[in-house]
């Protein structure tokens, strides 16, 4: 296109001398045929650029829609393995997909931008670039915005809650993160594993209560017990890249933070109990009103918990056994 263009101008600095007398002689009559023919083939290539663009925005755009129902079954099977359950929670391949279309849509990205400084130097009546490129721009920024909101994940850590990327636990006891909350990550810091910050050694240490307002939301001692309170930690990105700043978020799974070991078997099971029912992963007053879990369900956790630790699960016999146990014989 910018070989086209700078014929076409060439020529049209060189040949274009509009008036009277110029108007009547022949030569200069096939010259303007010949800038016309040349206009018309830059238009045409053009339109055909920008049709192209409109067709990879297309694909662009049901790619993300594939994307987004994996994340959605990454996200399930990330539940799925805090219950136990021996599942794929391997993020290489998403980041590929995410990231190789990231690239695909920065590109063309840069391609508009090499389009507008054209249409700058070179343009005419009806020129295709005058009214489609601002179309496209804002087609591919909204593309943009909404791949890159959902490209934040919190790992699954084990027992532990995860540590990787900022802070901000919220409702119920509210805790103060020691010694950093914030970190700064650039391009290349980390090439094997792409953008990840691991926060370590990370310290809770309690805030005392407002001496006024509603202390519900911040006092230990609160409308639940302690091995109830589901807390949160949320990472927030400052998202600079390529003049495109964006302000990212992602928070981890819920979590309950305790103060010695007795707790640890009532926490676990609020664990469990939250992500065996519960599909939201910010229902932070979900024991507020805990919902009931059917026998096979709760079955089908107890079996995976033990093969997690024991690489069997529960047989038939065993959970019929358990069942009678809880509910007494049918």
Not at 270 to 298: G, T, V, Y
Request: one cysteine or more; hydrophobic letters at 40%; a neutral charge.
């Amino acid at each position: 296109l910018e070989d086209l263009q700078d014929a076409f101008d060439f020529c049209f600095k060189v040949h274009y001398q509009p008036g009277e007398d110029r108007n009547r002689d022949p030569q200069y009559a096939r010259q303007l045929q010949v800038l016309q023919a040349k206009l018309q083939h830059l238009d045409q290539q053009r339109r055909e650029m920008l049709a192209q663009m409109q067709q990879l925005l297309g694909r662009s755009e049901t790619l993300r829609e594939l994307l987004q129902e994996e994340l959605g079954d990454w996200k399930e099977r990330q539940q799925r393995s805090c219950l136990g359950a021996p599942t794929n929670t391997h993020l290489r391949q998403l980041e590929t997909w995410f990231t190789e279309l990231g690239q695909g849509l920065f590109q063309l990205r840069q391609l508009l931008r090499a389009l507008s400084d054209l249409q700058k130097k070179v343009t005419y009546e009806r020129d295709p670039l005058v009214a489609d490129i601002p179309l496209l721009e804002q087609r591919l920024q909204e593309q943009l915005v909404h791949l890159l909101k959902r490209a934040g994940l919190c790992p699954p850590r084990g027992s532990r809650p995860p540590t990787r990327s900022l802070f901000l636990p919220r409702r119920f006891r509210r805790f103060n993160i020691l010694p950093s909350t914030s970190k700064t990550l650039l391009a290349g810091d980390s090439p094997q594993e792409g953008l990840v910050c691991d926060f370590q050694y990370l310290v809770g240490a309690s805030l005392r209560p407002p001496a006024h307002g509603d202390c519900s939301a911040t006092s230990s001692q609160g409308p639940l017990a302690v091995t109830e309170e589901l807390h949160i930690i949320t990472f927030t990105l400052a998202y600079a890249y390529c003049g495109l700043e964006l302000e990212l978020e992602t928070s981890t799974l819920p979590f309950v933070i305790i103060s010695n070991n007795n707790q640890f078997s009532s926490a676990w099971a609020s664990i469990l109990w939250f992500n065996m029912l519960s599909s939201d992963p910010k229902a932070q007053h979900f024991f507020s009103a805990p919902p009931r879990a059917p026998w096979p369900r709760l079955a089908e956790v107890l079996s995976w918990q033990f093969e997690s630790v024991a690489e069997r699960g529960l047989s038939g016999h065993h959970l019929l056994m358990m069942a009678e146990k809880l509910f007494g014989k049918a």
